[in-house]
């Protein structure tokens, strides 16, 4: 069974930093693309951030560009997301999702109809 945990999420000031995790098992890790994704009430969920588990190659939201970092720990099947510089407008419920990997090119893997498996979230709250 595929499931996906994240963790990490909290209150922090406007300016602070959080990294999120999202610990994956029941799939082959190392061939699978996860991605983050955020919604915030009111709003529709959009793509954050991805990483290739296999290539490590990874994709960015403008808005989180040069604040926000994904990285991959593959022997603990984790995927992190490092965020710095955090605005009261990345308030949302962050999830994670996996799917296989496949060679797309563009913002292929940050819209959340590409994925098959999610997590149940954890909420990023920041403060002014």
């Known amino acids: 069974e595929v499931q996906l945990v994240e963790s990490g999420g909290g209150l922090v000031q406007a300016g602070e930093s959080l990294r999120l995790s999202c610990a994956a098992s029941?799939?082959?890790?190392?061939?699978?693309?996860i991605g983050w994704f955020r919604q915030a009430p009111g709003k529709e969920r959009e793509g954050v951030s991805y990483?290739?588990?296999?290539?490590?190659?990874?994709g960015y939201a403008e808005s989180v560009k040069g604040r926000f970092t994904i990285s991959t720990d593959n022997a603990k099947t984790t995927v992190y997301l490092q965020m710095a510089s955090l605005r009261v407008e990345d308030t949302a419920v962050y999830y994670c999702?996996?799917?296989?990997?496949?060679?797309?090119?563009?913002?292929?893997?940050?819209?959340?109809?590409?994925?098959?498996?999610w997590g149940q979230g954890t909420q990023v709250t920041v403060s002014s």
């Open positions: 029941g799939f082959t890790f190392d061939n699978y693309v």
């Open positions: 990483i290739s588990t296999q290539l490590g190659s990874t």
């Open positions: 999702a996996a799917t296989p990997f496949r060679y797309r090119s563009g913002n292929y893997f940050l819209l959340d109809d590409r994925y098959d498996h």
